[in-house]
């Protein structure tokens, strides 16, 4: 059996966002928030579907943050506190996409409290530990679940498009993020995060940071230790209770405690309930319909002016010259323009057609170099 967990908010913000800038290329950003809202939720669903196309998996569960703070913001204040304001179209879009996935039995969890960080990696671990998965799929944008991955499980990072991610495993992990996956958090507790404002030990660099991980292969075991050998050490000993809260915030939780059953995330409960075909063929024609409306409202053009003139021209470019005269029988069209051609050549040079191309070459060659071959008409110098 296969398992997809997917990080619902990552794909939301990607879905909300390409709305909003189609909805300020038309103008009525102001006043298309429903249409916003019911579009994204639509989409979104679609690209639930989709994802479970392409990885076909026996389970799968799509999980979203808590809207409301957690457990991190009181160890941390500042915790996140960079990030831009929400969009005033998420609470309104979640709520959609909760009712749509009601309606349509797709499993979805949030948790109070916790990030949908601790989840995925609380059903990760539950997954692995059942040992009737043979493989586990984490569909994120985030890198900061490179810290969950292992033989089973493997992280399918979504870069530009839902579509066009890549891979990461135990293979490659490590040439990716640089050091050993289970030490992501230490090295986040010391050098700091700036995506999650977290702030790091001033004046520790990385390479000096990589070494003592190196030295002491548990971070809290040499915070516990009471002297230093060297200043690096110290420097990190004298922040102590500081990387402390640091670790706390980077570690992803694997352990929270709720009640799930494996039976209640299986795909075949609601895949096909609503008709899946019908579903996905009602889509794309309402797609097909929002690109026609754009198409018009950025110009408008009759279809009788653009359809015959544009394509006569392309062919007219198109044509091959004509290399044979003998080989070639003179149409209505080319009559006047090819017939003058063959004749010059045949006066001339009394040769092959093939000759006439050929002389732009070194007659290129004597402009540039008047003295060079055989002189024809030698200068003469007045005595």
Known sequence: MQLLLIDGNHIMYSVLFRHIAKAKKRGDYEE?????????????TVTMRKLVRRFKPSHMIVIFDNDGQNFRHRLSPIYKANRKERPKEVHPLKQAIYSRFREEGIPYLYAQDYEGDDLLGTIATRAEAARSFRRIILCSGDMDLAQLITQKTQLYQINSGVFTGSWVTHKNVKEIVQVDPKKL???KALLGDRTDNIKGISGLRRPNALRVLETYPDLAEFLDSPKAKNKTEQLILSHRQHVLTNLELARIRCDLRFYMRWEDYLVNNWWGSDGSKSFMNAVEAEDADDELEESAAVATVEPGEEATPAKRKRKRRRKPKSTAASSLEPTEAQAP?????????????????????????PRRRRRRNP???????PTEQPV
């Open 185 to 187: 958090p230490e090295i």
């Open 371 to 377: 003295n060079a071959g055989s002189p024809s008409a």
């Open 337 to 361: 323009a090819p017939a003058p051609q063959p004749s010059l050549v045949a006066e001339d040079d009394a040769g092959t057609t093939e000759a006439k191309p050929k002389k732009k070459r």
């Open 32 to 44: 298309a928030t429903d249409r916003i809202v019911q579009k994204a939720a639509q989409q979104f």
